[in-house]
């Protein structure tokens, strides 16, 4: 089994109960926030080491480094492939602080976008204006809705239900 496996079927456990996937979760999320701040403390420090190497340098098990990978491949400069990864196959750590800050944002991971090594990196104004950016990209407008007699959007002139608004009779 790979480690994406073994780390797919300890973190989505459907025959777990609901208290031990918490308490999982608890922990998990408590050793990523302590990766964060490592990283986020020297955020331009090219991290690159194999995935035992670095469980080791973050105090994780090589299954937990594996769910870290996925968590944060989405804002590395070069994603890993973490569903094939192996203990002795090399990654990097090399994530791009904007996409970092706004994917913390969309994962509503306020324990990670709140972290006070941010403070270092973006003042507030510009922490703020991600923030709003991601949150914004998420949001569906709706557009006004065309009435039957209105103009046609096409340009013809014609009122909607005469031209596209038209309803096709039965041949």
């Known amino acids: ?4 496996k073994r780390w797919y079927s300890e973190a989505y456990n459907e025959k777990a ?3 031990e996937l918490q308490r999982f979760w608890q ?10 701040e490592k990283l986020l403390s020297n955020p331009d420090e090219k991290v690159e080491g194999t995935v035992k190497e670095l469980a080791e340098k973050y105090g994780l098990s090589t299954v937990e480094m594996i769910g870290f990978l996925d968590g944060i491949n989405d804002s590395l400069i070069i994603p890993n492939k973490v569903e094939e990864l192996e203990e002795d196959d090399v990654v990097n750590l090399h994530f791009d602080k904007e996409k970092l800050y706004k994917n913390m944002v969309d994962a509503q991971a306020d324990w990670l976008y709140n972290l006070p090594m941010w403070d270092n990196i973006y003042d507030k104004e510009t922490q703020h204006r991600l923030y ?4 914004k990209s ?7 809705k065309i009435g039957r007699n209105d103009p046609c959007p096409c340009g013809s002139g014609k009122k909607y ?5 038209a309803i096709q009779k039965n041949k």
Do not use: P
């Open 27 to 36: 922990n998990y999320f408590a050793l990523e926030k302590s990766v964060y």
């Open 132 to 135: 709003l950016e991601q949150k």
């Open 138 to 144: 998420k949001t569906v407008v709706v557009g006004k």
């Open 161 to 165: 239900k005469y031209c596209h608004g």
């Open 17 to 19: 109960d609901k208290g």
């Open 1 to 4: 089994m790979t480690l994406y």
